[in-house]
């Protein structure tokens, strides 16, 4: 295919958060690196953060003037689908966090504007795992297919610093889904200095002042320092009430970091018997199976094994490449519709 026939690829994601680090961007990032013969891609970031109506609704104007050959949704604005062409468009769901928070009319709207309407209006609709796919078919009840293509590790440089003093305690995320109260009370007494990434507020700060846990806050980290903070850890410390899918656990066992998460899916399925798993409302089990990991070298050994040979099996490129296909389906559809129209 000449450059002229290039497939143009059109990827929308939502305007981040200064105080958010999001996993979809890195794993968008990497289907887009590197040459490609057979398309060209763009990736468009909303002018305006998703928040209130006439932001939402300039994001779904601005993505109008902005399609491709085929377009691609993904990471909570769903809704700019509403002004698509239906026929050139993808949409990823990660999850429906929101979904099992929100209750009354505010549910049923975004219901309605981020889930029921945007599957109605696009050609084929992605979720990131076998769990993302149940919750979607539970919540939003729609006549059709949905595709898991599984998140993947991006690509990053994952160089294994090993003169790095590993001491410290990696909590990766501050949202309300990932268990941050809990994770504290669970290393209070524990004496290794622990990293968090992602804002914390003010009873969360005080809480770890008051029980003289040696800590660094940092937010919005760059891809670079998050591998210096893997390079230091001693394990990573992820026990979720809810994920999409749980990319820190697999970053995390490429680094050669031992991990602890949930024994809920979908993060135990990531795992898959490569990490400790705990209850995450559980604060004495996290407790536990933390300092069984510290203290306990020959098991961190034999987890840290584990985990590094399951992290191949989330290696980009089969994934990318079902991404890859879907865009050139779409596109051959559309090219086929497009001459039986002259014909």
Known sequence: MSSENKINVHIFLRKPYRFENHSIEKIIKTIIKGKNKNFRFKLLICPFHSSGFFKRMFNCIWALFNQGDVNHISGDINFITLFLNKNKTINTFLDCYNLRQFSGLKKTIYKYFWFYLPIKKSKYVTTISNFSKKELKKFIKIKKQIKVISAFLPYGNYKIKNKIKK?????????????????????????????????????????????????????????????????????????????????????????????????????????????????????????????????????????????????????????????????????????????????
């Open 167 to 343: 001491n410290v305690i990696l909590v990766l995320g501050t949202t309300r889904n990932k268990n941050i109260d809990r994770i504290l009370f669970s290393i209070k007494g524990i004496k290794k200095k622990v990293i968090i990434i992602g804002k914390i507020n003010s009873d969360q700060k005080n809480y770890l002042n008051e029980n003289k846990i040696i800590h660094k806050n940092y937010i919005n980290v760059s891809e670079n320092k998050l591998i210096d903070y893997y390079n230091q850890a001693n394990v990573l410390l992820f026990p979720s009430l809810y994920e999409g899918f749980g990319l820190p656990i697999i970053e995390a066992q490429r680094m050669c970091v031992p991990v602890i998460t949930s024994n809920i899916s979908p993060m135990k399925d990531i795992a898959n018997k490569s990490a400790l798993l705990v209850n995450p409302k559980n604060i004495n089990d996290i407790k536990k199976k933390l300092k069984k990991i510290i203290f306990n070298s020959q098991l961190r050994q034999k987890i840290i094994k584990k985990g590094y040979i399951n992290s191949f099996f989330f290696d980009p490129e089969p994934f990318k490449k079902k991404y890859l296909d879907l865009y050139k389906n779409v596109y051959e559809i559309n090219s086929r519709n497009k001459e039986k129209r002259f014909i």
